[in-house]
């Protein structure tokens, strides 16, 4: 999966590659583990993590 935060494939990306989610593009990105993406994902769904 690799979906592009702007919607164009220039901009930053979340892609899984393996058992790790890549957040950002080039020396700015950040790897999560399965269970940090899954957490992150937890939070967002249950309202403790929400737009600004």
């Given at each position: 999966?690799?979906?592009?935060?702007c919607n164009k494939?220039?901009?930053?990306?979340?892609?899984?590659?393996?058992?790790e989610v890549l957040?950002?593009?080039g020396a700015n990105?950040?790897?999560?583990?399965k269970n940090e993406w899954n957490n992150l994902?937890?939070?967002i769904?249950?309202?403790e993590?929400?737009?600004i």
């Open positions: 999966m690799k979906v592009y935060i494939s220039c901009c930053p990306a979340v892609e899984t590659v393996g058992d957040i950002g593009e990105t950040v790897r999560l583990k994902v937890q939070k769904q249950s309202g993590l929400h737009s």
